[in-house]
Protein backbone atom coordinates (compact mmCIF):
# COMPACT_ATOMS: atom_id res chain seq x y z
CA UNK A 1 0.00 0.00 0.00
CA UNK A 2 1.05 3.31 -0.68
CA UNK A 3 0.92 6.15 1.99
CA UNK A 4 1.09 10.31 1.58
CA UNK A 5 2.20 12.52 4.38
CA UNK A 6 1.75 16.12 3.69
CA UNK A 7 2.38 18.65 6.04
CA UNK A 8 4.37 22.48 5.22
CA UNK A 9 6.66 21.85 7.35
CA UNK A 10 10.06 19.47 6.49
CA UNK A 11 10.57 18.69 9.87
CA UNK A 12 6.75 17.38 10.69
CA UNK A 13 6.88 15.29 7.33
CA UNK A 14 10.66 13.74 8.36
CA UNK A 15 9.38 13.32 12.04
CA UNK A 16 6.25 11.19 10.62
CA UNK A 17 7.67 9.37 8.35
CA UNK A 18 10.16 7.62 10.65
CA UNK A 19 7.85 7.52 13.70
CA UNK A 20 6.72 4.24 12.91
CA UNK A 21 7.70 1.12 10.98
CA UNK A 22 5.01 1.55 8.12
CA UNK A 23 5.80 -1.66 6.97
CA UNK A 24 3.90 -3.48 9.92
CA UNK A 25 1.08 -1.79 8.39
CA UNK A 26 1.75 -3.19 4.80
CA UNK A 27 3.12 0.33 3.85
CA UNK A 28 5.83 -0.46 0.92
CA UNK A 29 5.56 2.87 -0.61
CA UNK A 30 6.12 6.18 1.41
CA UNK A 31 5.32 10.16 -0.32
CA UNK A 32 5.95 12.69 1.82
CA UNK A 33 5.60 16.81 0.43
CA UNK A 34 5.52 20.03 1.79
CA UNK A 35 4.00 21.55 -1.44
CA UNK A 36 0.17 21.09 -0.97
CA UNK A 37 -0.61 21.98 -4.45
CA UNK A 38 1.70 19.05 -5.49
CA UNK A 39 0.10 16.40 -3.15
CA UNK A 40 -3.03 17.34 -4.83
CA UNK A 41 -1.69 16.54 -8.54
CA UNK A 42 -0.50 13.08 -7.03
CA UNK A 43 -3.40 12.51 -5.46
CA UNK A 44 -5.28 12.81 -8.86
CA UNK A 45 -2.48 11.12 -10.86
CA UNK A 46 -1.51 7.99 -8.28
CA UNK A 47 -3.06 5.58 -6.42
CA UNK A 48 -2.64 6.76 -3.04
CA UNK A 49 -4.03 4.51 -0.10
CA UNK A 50 -3.69 6.69 2.80
CA UNK A 51 -3.31 10.15 3.30
CA UNK A 52 -1.92 11.81 6.38
CA UNK A 53 -2.35 15.66 5.91
CA UNK A 54 -1.72 18.88 7.96
CA UNK A 55 -4.91 20.77 8.33
CA UNK A 56 -3.93 24.34 7.75
CA UNK A 57 -1.81 24.67 4.68
CA UNK A 58 -1.06 27.33 2.81
CA UNK A 59 -3.07 28.16 -0.69
CA UNK A 60 -4.01 24.31 -0.40
CA UNK A 61 -5.17 23.18 3.10
CA UNK A 62 -6.09 19.75 4.67
CA UNK A 63 -10.05 20.51 3.89
CA UNK A 64 -9.17 21.25 0.34
CA UNK A 65 -7.37 18.19 -0.30
CA UNK A 66 -10.93 16.40 1.41
CA UNK A 67 -12.85 18.15 -0.77
CA UNK A 68 -10.61 17.14 -3.62
CA UNK A 69 -11.05 13.69 -2.85
CA UNK A 70 -14.29 13.61 -2.16
CA UNK A 71 -15.35 15.49 -5.77
CA UNK A 72 -13.48 13.45 -7.57
CA UNK A 73 -14.45 9.93 -6.10
CA UNK A 74 -11.11 8.89 -4.87
CA UNK A 75 -10.69 6.04 -2.86
CA UNK A 76 -7.75 7.85 -0.68
CA UNK A 77 -8.40 7.08 3.34
CA UNK A 78 -7.00 10.15 5.53
CA UNK A 79 -5.85 11.07 8.74
CA UNK A 80 -5.88 14.81 9.52
CA UNK A 81 -3.23 16.81 11.88
CA UNK A 82 -4.14 19.75 13.63
CA UNK A 83 -3.75 22.07 16.69
CA UNK A 84 -6.16 22.43 19.77
CA UNK A 85 -7.09 25.58 18.60
CA UNK A 86 -8.09 24.21 15.03
CA UNK A 87 -10.64 21.81 16.60
CA UNK A 88 -13.32 22.96 14.24
CA UNK A 89 -11.47 22.49 11.26
CA UNK A 90 -10.92 18.98 12.24
CA UNK A 91 -14.45 18.51 13.10
CA UNK A 92 -15.28 19.81 9.26
CA UNK A 93 -12.42 17.47 7.96
CA UNK A 94 -14.53 14.43 10.14
CA UNK A 95 -17.41 15.40 8.19
CA UNK A 96 -16.03 15.77 4.72
CA UNK A 97 -15.12 12.02 5.46
CA UNK A 98 -11.49 11.67 7.07
CA UNK A 99 -11.08 8.76 9.32
CA UNK A 100 -9.49 10.45 11.95
CA UNK A 101 -7.59 13.79 13.44
CA UNK A 102 -4.34 13.80 15.74
CA UNK A 103 -3.53 16.46 18.03
CA UNK A 104 0.06 18.01 17.46
CA UNK A 105 2.69 16.98 19.20
CA UNK A 106 1.91 13.85 17.40
CA UNK A 107 1.88 10.58 19.85
CA UNK A 108 3.53 7.47 18.48
CA UNK A 109 0.44 5.65 19.94
CA UNK A 110 -2.56 8.02 18.32
CA UNK A 111 -0.79 7.33 14.83
CA UNK A 112 -0.92 3.70 15.34
CA UNK A 113 -4.09 3.62 16.29
CA UNK A 114 -4.90 5.67 13.28
CA UNK A 115 -3.02 3.55 10.91
CA UNK A 116 -4.97 0.54 12.46
CA UNK A 117 -8.40 2.04 11.93
CA UNK A 118 -7.57 3.08 8.22
CA UNK A 119 -6.04 -0.47 7.35
CA UNK A 120 -9.15 -2.16 8.85
CA UNK A 121 -11.58 0.58 6.60
CA UNK A 122 -9.63 -0.65 3.66
CA UNK A 123 -9.87 -4.04 4.08
CA UNK A 124 -13.81 -3.67 5.00
CA UNK A 125 -14.48 -1.96 1.66
CA UNK A 126 -11.88 -3.46 -0.85
CA UNK A 127 -14.15 -5.45 -3.03
CA UNK A 128 -13.80 -9.07 -2.87
CA UNK A 129 -13.47 -10.00 -6.95
CA UNK A 130 -10.02 -7.33 -6.55
CA UNK A 131 -8.09 -10.21 -6.31
CA UNK A 132 -4.70 -8.48 -7.98
CA UNK A 133 -2.46 -12.06 -8.96
CA UNK A 134 0.41 -10.42 -10.14
CA UNK A 135 1.29 -8.92 -6.59
CA UNK A 136 -0.05 -12.61 -5.15
CA UNK A 137 3.31 -13.40 -3.06
CA UNK A 138 2.58 -17.33 -1.84
CA UNK A 139 5.15 -17.45 0.90
CA UNK A 140 3.83 -14.05 2.55
CA UNK A 141 0.36 -15.36 2.09
CA UNK A 142 1.11 -18.60 4.48
CA UNK A 143 3.21 -16.47 6.84
CA UNK A 144 -0.53 -14.65 7.31
CA UNK A 145 -2.13 -17.47 7.72
CA UNK A 146 0.31 -18.64 10.37
CA UNK A 147 1.98 -15.93 11.93
CA UNK A 148 0.01 -13.15 15.01
CA UNK A 149 0.43 -10.31 12.52
CA UNK A 150 -3.26 -8.48 11.70
CA UNK A 151 -1.64 -5.94 9.22
CA UNK A 152 -0.51 -8.82 6.98
CA UNK A 153 -3.53 -10.88 7.38
CA UNK A 154 -5.97 -8.19 6.34
CA UNK A 155 -3.83 -7.67 3.57
CA UNK A 156 -4.14 -11.50 2.35
CA UNK A 157 -7.69 -11.32 3.48
CA UNK A 158 -9.22 -11.14 -0.52
CA UNK A 159 -7.17 -13.48 -1.80
CA UNK A 160 -8.17 -16.02 1.32
CA UNK A 161 -12.12 -14.63 0.42
CA UNK A 162 -11.30 -15.62 -3.55
CA UNK A 163 -9.74 -19.31 -2.63
CA UNK A 164 -12.91 -20.09 -0.33
CA UNK A 165 -14.87 -19.42 -3.54
CA UNK A 166 -13.80 -21.94 -5.20
CA UNK A 167 -12.09 -24.91 -2.89
CA UNK A 168 -11.31 -26.60 0.44
CA UNK A 169 -7.46 -26.89 0.67
CA UNK A 170 -5.07 -29.68 1.18
CA UNK A 171 -1.37 -29.77 2.80
CA UNK A 172 0.76 -31.58 0.24
CA UNK A 173 4.33 -32.77 0.75
CA UNK A 174 6.38 -35.06 -1.65
CA UNK A 175 9.94 -36.38 -1.12
CA UNK A 176 12.93 -36.67 -3.26
CA UNK A 177 11.05 -34.55 -6.22
CA UNK A 178 12.84 -34.15 -10.10
CA UNK A 179 11.91 -31.63 -12.40
CA UNK A 180 9.19 -33.80 -13.71
CA UNK A 181 7.11 -34.30 -10.44
CA UNK A 182 7.34 -29.99 -10.34
CA UNK A 183 5.74 -29.64 -13.26
CA UNK A 184 3.15 -32.20 -12.66
CA UNK A 185 2.19 -30.29 -9.87
CA UNK A 186 1.96 -27.02 -11.25
CA UNK A 187 -0.12 -28.65 -14.08
CA UNK A 188 -2.63 -29.85 -11.33
CA UNK A 189 -3.08 -26.73 -9.45
CA UNK A 190 -2.85 -24.12 -12.39
CA UNK A 191 -0.76 -21.22 -12.71
CA UNK A 192 -1.72 -19.11 -10.20
CA UNK A 193 -2.47 -21.43 -6.75
CA UNK A 194 1.73 -23.05 -8.12
CA UNK A 195 2.78 -19.90 -5.86
CA UNK A 196 1.74 -21.73 -2.61
CA UNK A 197 4.26 -24.88 -3.54
CA UNK A 198 7.93 -24.74 -2.55
CA UNK A 199 10.95 -26.34 -2.76
CA UNK A 200 13.01 -27.03 0.20
CA UNK A 201 16.04 -29.18 0.03
CA UNK A 202 14.97 -32.50 -1.59
CA UNK A 203 11.52 -31.61 -1.02
CA UNK A 204 8.13 -30.26 -2.34
CA UNK A 205 5.75 -28.90 0.22
CA UNK A 206 2.63 -26.47 0.06
CA UNK A 207 -1.15 -25.76 0.19
CA UNK A 208 -3.14 -27.37 -2.90
CA UNK A 209 -6.95 -27.79 -3.76
CA UNK A 210 -8.40 -30.59 -2.68
CA UNK A 211 -9.42 -32.01 -6.22
CA UNK A 212 -5.63 -31.71 -7.03
CA UNK A 213 -4.45 -33.25 -4.12
CA UNK A 214 -6.77 -36.01 -5.09
CA UNK A 215 -4.97 -36.13 -8.83
CA UNK A 216 -1.11 -36.01 -7.63
CA UNK A 217 -1.81 -39.42 -5.09
CA UNK A 218 -2.79 -41.40 -8.17
CA UNK A 219 0.21 -39.58 -10.05
CA UNK A 220 2.76 -39.16 -7.57
CA UNK A 221 2.79 -42.28 -5.45
CA UNK A 222 5.16 -40.60 -2.79
CA UNK A 223 3.13 -37.64 -2.14
CA UNK A 224 0.83 -37.46 1.11
CA UNK A 225 -1.94 -34.94 1.56
CA UNK A 226 -3.44 -33.89 4.66
CA UNK A 227 -7.25 -34.26 5.01
CA UNK A 228 -8.93 -30.71 3.15
CA UNK A 229 -9.67 -28.04 5.53
CA UNK A 230 -10.77 -24.25 4.55
CA UNK A 231 -8.83 -21.03 5.13
CA UNK A 232 -11.05 -18.99 6.94
CA UNK A 233 -10.93 -20.55 9.71
CA UNK A 234 -7.32 -20.11 10.90
CA UNK A 235 -6.97 -22.04 13.85
CA UNK A 236 -7.92 -25.26 11.95
CA UNK A 237 -5.29 -24.09 9.63
CA UNK A 238 -2.37 -23.25 11.81
CA UNK A 239 -3.15 -26.79 13.33
CA UNK A 240 -3.50 -28.69 10.13
CA UNK A 241 -0.02 -27.35 9.49
CA UNK A 242 1.73 -27.86 12.41
CA UNK A 243 0.81 -30.75 12.61
CA UNK A 244 1.20 -31.89 9.03
CA UNK A 245 4.28 -30.64 8.29
CA UNK A 246 6.30 -30.44 11.60
CA UNK A 247 4.45 -33.37 13.59
CA UNK A 248 3.24 -31.25 16.10
CA UNK A 249 -0.72 -31.57 17.91
CA UNK A 250 -1.00 -27.82 18.60
CA UNK A 251 -4.03 -26.46 20.10
CA UNK A 252 -5.35 -22.30 20.39
CA UNK A 253 -4.13 -22.64 23.98
CA UNK A 254 -0.62 -23.27 22.68
CA UNK A 255 -0.97 -20.13 20.38
CA UNK A 256 -2.57 -17.64 23.27
CA UNK A 257 0.22 -19.17 25.72
CA UNK A 258 3.03 -18.25 23.35
CA UNK A 259 2.18 -14.67 22.76
CA UNK A 260 2.57 -14.12 26.66
CA UNK A 261 6.48 -14.66 25.85
CA UNK A 262 6.59 -13.39 22.50
CA UNK A 263 8.22 -10.07 21.95
CA UNK A 264 6.35 -6.52 21.86
CA UNK A 265 6.61 -4.51 19.13
CA UNK A 266 10.32 -2.66 20.87
CA UNK A 267 11.74 -5.90 22.18
CA UNK A 268 11.65 -6.92 18.43
CA UNK A 269 14.56 -4.85 17.68
CA UNK A 270 16.73 -6.41 20.16
CA UNK A 271 17.71 -9.95 19.52
CA UNK A 272 18.46 -9.96 23.07
CA UNK A 273 15.44 -10.01 24.30
CA UNK A 274 14.37 -12.70 21.70
CA UNK A 275 17.27 -15.02 22.84
CA UNK A 276 16.03 -14.05 27.02
CA UNK A 277 12.06 -14.69 25.60
CA UNK A 278 12.97 -17.67 23.62
CA UNK A 279 14.96 -19.19 26.88
CA UNK A 280 11.77 -18.88 28.92
CA UNK A 281 9.58 -21.15 26.49
CA UNK A 282 9.65 -25.04 28.05
CA UNK A 283 7.17 -27.12 25.89
CA UNK A 284 8.98 -27.97 22.11
CA UNK A 285 6.11 -26.86 19.68
CA UNK A 286 5.80 -23.49 21.35
CA UNK A 287 9.16 -23.19 21.05
CA UNK A 288 8.65 -23.78 17.10
CA UNK A 289 5.54 -21.53 17.56
CA UNK A 290 7.76 -18.77 18.75
CA UNK A 291 10.12 -19.03 15.82
CA UNK A 292 7.87 -18.87 13.79
CA UNK A 293 7.09 -15.26 14.60
CA UNK A 294 10.46 -14.50 14.91
CA UNK A 295 10.70 -15.52 10.82
CA UNK A 296 7.83 -13.32 10.46
CA UNK A 297 9.35 -10.66 11.86
CA UNK A 298 12.36 -11.15 9.23
CA UNK A 299 9.98 -11.66 6.66
CA UNK A 300 8.47 -8.42 7.33
CA UNK A 301 12.04 -6.26 8.15
CA UNK A 302 14.45 -7.98 6.02
CA UNK A 303 14.62 -5.83 2.53
CA UNK A 304 17.70 -8.60 1.80
CA UNK A 305 15.79 -11.86 2.63
CA UNK A 306 16.15 -14.46 0.51
CA UNK A 307 12.83 -16.71 0.18
CA UNK A 308 14.15 -19.81 -0.86
CA UNK A 309 16.61 -19.24 2.83
CA UNK A 310 12.97 -18.75 4.56
CA UNK A 311 10.88 -21.82 2.74
CA UNK A 312 14.30 -24.25 4.29
CA UNK A 313 13.48 -22.27 7.73
CA UNK A 314 9.93 -23.65 7.41
CA UNK A 315 9.95 -26.67 6.30
CA UNK A 316 13.32 -28.43 6.92
CA UNK A 317 14.49 -26.66 9.83
CA UNK A 318 11.83 -25.45 12.12
CA UNK A 319 11.48 -29.11 13.54
CA UNK A 320 14.54 -28.52 15.04
CA UNK A 321 14.39 -24.98 17.10
CA UNK A 322 17.10 -25.18 19.26
CA UNK A 323 19.27 -25.20 16.39
CA UNK A 324 17.69 -23.05 14.16
CA UNK A 325 17.33 -20.16 17.18
CA UNK A 326 20.78 -19.29 16.93
CA UNK A 327 20.62 -18.36 12.80
CA UNK A 328 17.50 -16.41 13.35
CA UNK A 329 18.94 -14.65 16.49
CA UNK A 330 22.03 -13.79 14.10
CA UNK A 331 19.80 -12.63 11.41
CA UNK A 332 17.78 -10.31 14.25
CA UNK A 333 20.67 -9.11 14.76
CA UNK A 334 21.83 -8.19 11.63
CA UNK A 335 18.80 -6.06 10.84
CA UNK A 336 19.54 -4.48 13.76
CA UNK A 337 22.67 -3.09 13.35
CA UNK A 338 21.71 -2.28 9.68
CA UNK A 339 19.07 -0.06 11.37
CA UNK A 340 21.79 0.95 13.56
CA UNK A 341 24.32 2.26 10.84
CA UNK A 342 21.76 4.08 9.42
CA UNK A 343 20.45 5.91 12.28
CA UNK A 344 24.54 5.86 13.25
CA UNK A 345 25.54 8.20 9.97
CA UNK A 346 23.00 10.60 10.99
CA UNK A 347 24.42 10.74 14.56
CA UNK A 348 28.01 11.04 13.39
CA UNK A 349 26.93 14.17 10.93
CA UNK A 350 25.29 15.95 13.46
CA UNK A 351 28.18 15.52 16.01
CA UNK A 352 30.33 16.49 13.72
CA UNK A 353 27.99 19.76 13.13
CA UNK A 354 28.17 20.60 16.22
CA UNK A 355 31.56 20.61 16.70
CA UNK A 356 32.37 22.69 14.02
CA UNK A 357 29.82 25.05 14.94
CA UNK A 358 30.41 25.80 18.46
CA UNK A 359 30.28 29.59 18.19
CA UNK A 360 26.47 28.87 16.84
CA UNK A 361 23.68 29.02 19.21
CA UNK A 362 23.26 24.73 18.06
CA UNK A 363 19.43 25.17 19.16
CA UNK A 364 17.43 22.17 18.30
CA UNK A 365 15.48 23.55 15.20
CA UNK A 366 19.10 24.34 13.83
CA UNK A 367 20.52 20.38 14.45
CA UNK A 368 17.10 19.17 13.33
CA UNK A 369 17.74 20.87 9.92
CA UNK A 370 20.96 18.74 9.71
CA UNK A 371 19.75 15.34 10.29
CA UNK A 372 16.33 15.96 8.56
CA UNK A 373 14.25 15.37 10.97
CA UNK A 374 11.78 16.88 13.36
CA UNK A 375 13.55 18.75 16.41
CA UNK A 376 11.82 16.46 19.08
CA UNK A 377 11.90 13.23 17.31
CA UNK A 378 16.36 14.08 16.78
CA UNK A 379 16.66 15.21 20.68
CA UNK A 380 15.29 11.32 21.37
CA UNK A 381 16.98 9.84 18.66
CA UNK A 382 19.91 11.76 19.65
CA UNK A 383 19.45 10.15 23.80
CA UNK A 384 18.67 6.95 22.76
CA UNK A 385 21.86 6.43 20.15
CA UNK A 386 24.56 8.47 22.60
CA UNK A 387 23.05 8.21 25.89
CA UNK A 388 23.36 11.50 26.50
CA UNK A 389 21.20 14.79 26.24
CA UNK A 390 21.99 16.83 23.26
CA UNK A 391 22.56 20.11 25.03
CA UNK A 392 25.05 18.04 27.43
CA UNK A 393 26.97 16.70 24.57
CA UNK A 394 27.40 20.79 23.26
CA UNK A 395 28.06 21.98 26.64
CA UNK A 396 30.75 19.29 27.17
CA UNK A 397 31.81 19.72 23.61
CA UNK A 398 32.31 23.53 23.93
CA UNK A 399 34.58 23.14 27.48
CA UNK A 400 36.42 20.30 26.03
CA UNK A 401 37.11 23.27 22.99
CA UNK A 402 38.06 26.06 25.73
CA UNK A 403 40.21 23.37 27.31
CA UNK A 404 42.19 23.20 24.15
CA UNK A 405 42.46 27.15 23.03
CA UNK A 406 43.47 27.56 27.05
CA UNK A 407 46.38 25.47 26.69
CA UNK A 408 47.10 25.85 22.99
CA UNK A 409 46.62 30.20 22.47
CA UNK A 410 47.44 32.97 24.22
CA UNK A 411 43.38 34.24 23.10
CA UNK A 412 42.09 36.16 26.20
CA UNK A 413 39.23 34.51 28.52
CA UNK A 414 36.48 36.32 27.40
CA UNK A 415 36.93 36.03 23.75
CA UNK A 416 37.45 31.89 24.16
CA UNK A 417 34.34 32.09 25.90
CA UNK A 418 32.48 33.84 22.37
CA UNK A 419 34.39 31.23 20.40
CA UNK A 420 32.96 28.30 21.92
CA UNK A 421 29.26 29.83 21.70
CA UNK A 422 28.98 31.57 25.52
CA UNK A 423 28.14 35.19 25.19
CA UNK A 424 28.16 36.05 29.21
CA UNK A 425 31.53 35.40 30.06
CA UNK A 426 30.59 34.97 34.22
CA UNK A 427 28.13 32.23 33.07
CA UNK A 428 31.09 30.11 31.15
CA UNK A 429 33.78 31.02 34.09
CA UNK A 430 30.85 28.75 36.18
CA UNK A 431 30.75 26.48 34.14
CA UNK A 432 33.73 25.81 33.46
CA UNK A 433 34.68 25.87 37.14
CA UNK A 434 31.88 22.66 37.63
CA UNK A 435 33.28 20.73 34.58
CA UNK A 436 37.13 21.12 35.85
CA UNK A 437 37.43 22.40 39.64
CA UNK A 438 39.03 25.26 38.79
CA UNK A 439 38.19 28.40 36.52
CA UNK A 440 39.32 29.19 33.24
CA UNK A 441 42.57 31.37 34.43
CA UNK A 442 43.36 28.82 36.92
CA UNK A 443 43.04 26.11 34.87
CA UNK A 444 45.63 27.71 32.17
CA UNK A 445 48.14 28.70 34.99
CA UNK A 446 48.25 25.21 36.14
CA UNK A 447 48.82 24.01 32.65
CA UNK A 448 52.09 26.71 31.58
CA UNK A 449 53.44 25.28 35.13
CA UNK A 450 53.24 21.73 34.16
Known amino acids: MRLLIVDDGHYVVEYMKHLLDWSTFGIDQIETMTNSIEAREMLTQNHIDILITDIRMPEVSGIDLLQHIHQHSLPTKVIILSGYSEFEYAQQGIRLGALDYLLKPVDKDDVEKAMSKAINNITNTRPAQSVAWENFDGLGYLLSLLGHNETLRKEYDAYTEFLLGRRRMCCFKLDGFTQEHEDVIKHAVGDKLDRLVWAAGTGLFGLVPEEAAGELTIKLEQSVVSPPFLLNDRNVTRQMFYRFFLNE ?6 FNGIFNHSPSCGDWESAGNIIKK ?45 ELSSTLMDRVSRIRNNKQMSIQTIVDKVQTYIEDHLSHGLSLDELGKVAHLH ?13 ENVSNYISRKRLEKASQLLQDSELRVADIAQMVGYRKNQYFIQLFKVEYGVTPYQYRRNMIHQ
Not at 249 to 254: A, F, I, R, S, T
Not at 280 to 297: A, D, P, R, S
Open 249 to 254: DVHLED
Open 278 to 322: YGQIQLHKQKIIFLMETILYVYLTDKDRDSSETVVWIFNQLRYPD
Open 375 to 387: PVYFSKLFKQETG
